[in-house]
């Protein structure tokens, strides 16, 4: 899913900035879908693990 709006729309939720990441855990990540999909980005990078979401990156580039 690509970023929505914001500083970084149209960017890959996979693809987001940690720092940025860490703005929407501290004021709340918005309801919904989006919101869900950002806390697990966030806990993924706070937690060292992006190498699990190289498959899908790849994946999206293929298309």
Known sequence: MKMPYGKYQGRLLADLPGDYLGWFARQGFPHGEL??????????DHNGLG???QPLRAKHRAT
């Open 35 to 44: 919101g869900a999909l950002l806390a697990l980005m966030h806990e993924i």
């Open 51 to 53: 190498d699990l979401l």
